[in-house]
């Protein structure tokens, strides 16, 4: 199962930033859809198909102040596994108005030896005022990286886009929340390597992964609650056989994998 989120453990290094004029953080939880109080806290069951239930915890820790902002810091007890814990985890969170923006390092492990470590400031994750099918924040780049001895291009689009408000969402488990925010996520990967001919200073570049969305996440947020429901579809198909390279990894895969709130504490 491990294997097969390569290229979750890819999205959460690629989240990028952006940036805002300073104000005071919104401490008015009916009003924000990701309560941002000391103390409050939140447990997700994560579900993947033919896998038992894995649950992730979520809190809001203290202050801290970076760069001039104030921004909580989110904490686990425990280490998560799903997408959304995993990317918060350590890192410092901000309400402004309708906007929530998020700053820290992201750096995530599901298994793969590919560590990468992104500075991320401001980053605008959720704005429930904004219109459907509105660009929050988009960036490409590339970075270099090495994967099982095997050098790595990998060129990247990361997109938050906001979707429709909704008056009222049913979760899978059959609750009920009123006032949501639907959010996407998406990232597109391209993998290229070089390699050189045998017996000569020759050398080629080699596309590992052509440039394809690998990762779909929907994420539901309600008025005064926070993340209630995330869906995340990971899936991929690599442009050579991966036994060519050594590399220890699937041709293809796909999965769903889903985050469900089960319980919660607002401050």
Known sequence: MKKHFLLLFIVAAFITSCSSDDSSNSTDNSFVYLPLT??????????????????????????????GKTYKQMKNIEIPTGLYCSILRDNALRNEGSKTFFTGDLSLNLGINLPIDLAVEDFLMLDHSAPSNQVLGSQSGIIQQNFEGVPLTITYTFKVTAQENLPNYVTPNNVTYSDVKKVKMTLALQLVTVQSIPGTTVTI???????????????????????????????????????TFNLDIPQSGSQIVTETLTTYTIN
């Open 38 to 67: 000391s103390g409050s806290n939140w447990d997700y069951e994560i579900t993947t198909a033919n896998q038992p239930s894995i649950f992730d915890d979520l809190y809001v820790g203290d202050e801290i102040v970076l760069n």
């Open 205 to 243: 570049p080699i596309t590992i992964l052509n440039t394809q969305d690998v990762v779909t996440a929907t994420q539901f947020y309600a008025k005064g609650i926070g993340m209630v429901y995330a869906n995340d579809v990971i899936s991929y198909n690599l442009a050579i056989d991966p036994a």
